[in-house]
């Protein structure tokens, strides 16, 4: 290594950076804060629905007849 890396090894890292250092436009915060987004609906087809009821009656008649 020469003696000018020794001292300053970061040189040119430092010289990368100040010169990627523009911002991305983001929007303000109060803009971004309006927007409220509504309750996410959970939507459960009657088919899935009776599966798992019976699939939890069943476990719970298993585990009651083997306790």
Partial sequence: MSE???KDQAASLRNKVA???SKPQLPPRSELHSQKKGKTKWK?????LRIVIIFL???GLIGFILW
């Avoid at 459960?44 to 899935?48: C, K, T």
């Fill in 4 to 6: 000018k890396n020794k």
């Fill in 19 to 21: 010169t990627n250092t």
């Fill in 44 to 48: 459960v087809s009657p088919g899935l």
């Fill in 57 to 59: 009656l069943l476990a």
